[in-house]
Each structure stands twice: as C-alpha cells, then as structure tokens.
C-alpha cells in the first residue's frame, strides 16, 4: 500500500513564507515502487484545479506562470518527500494545495497517487 501525507500548511499574512511537505511511503506492506514524476496542485474557491509545480526523477523543474520566482520544488529521493518552498505569499495564493505524485507498483502498475490536501490561507 502506498500512501501520499501532506503537511504544512496554515495561515499566514501577505508577503510571508510557507514548506509544504509530501512524504510518499507505505504503511509497512513492504510494497515495491519507483516514484517518477512528483508535483504540486492547487485549488482555489470556485476554480479548476491547476498545476503549480513538477519535478521529474531527473530533478527537471516547471512552474506555473503566477509563481514562478516566489515557489521553489525540490525532492529528496532518500526521504521519498517532495517540497514546496513558498516565498512572498499573496492572497491570490490562498487554496488547498495538492501533492500528487507518479508511481509505478510493481505488483500493481502505474499508478498517479494524490495526497490528502492541506489548505494554505494568505491574509492581507
């Protein structure tokens, strides 16, 4: 079994910083997976769900447009986690933040897996 839990989320006022977290793991079934392609999402009130950040296993990085120079993405491949570091935060930002990350199972195939959501509000 294989299980996505995000953390780091909370309030915090225009212009601050936040960490999200996502750590990939299993709940002790001794399950064989490689972890591809890992990303961020996010979803505000009355708006589509819309990709924010992705990192490759190459450590290939893209952003969207409206956070490009403000959020950076990173993994560590040895803590199976991926990061989302949030700098100059606007209101704009405030939504619930997914983790969402490719797997392929050995027992079981591909697999795109989403974590729980953890929601990020920025105040003025």
């Known amino acids: 079994q294989v299980q996505l839990v995000e953390s780091g989320g909370g309030l915090v006022q225009a212009g601050g910083s936040l960490r999200l977290s996502c750590v990939v793991s299993?709940?002790?079934?001794?399950?064989?997976?490689?972890?591809?392609?890992m990303a961020w999402y996010r979803q505000a009130p009355a708006k589509q769900r819309a990709l924010v950040a992705a990192i490759t296993s190459g450590d290939t990085t893209n952003y969207a447009d409206s956070v490009k120079g403000r959020f950076t993405i990173s993994r560590d491949d040895g803590d199976n986690t991926v990061y989302l570091q949030m700098n100059s935060l606007k209101p704009e930002d405030t939504a619930v933040y997914y983790c969402?990350?490719?797997?392929?199972?050995?027992?079981?195939?591909?697999?795109?897996?989403w974590g729980q959501g953890t929601l990020v509000t920025v105040s003025s």
């Open positions: 299993d709940t002790g079934s001794g399950s064989i997976f490689n972890i591809n392609t």
């Open positions: 969402k990350v490719d797997l392929y199972v050995y027992a079981l195939g591909y697999l795109e897996v």
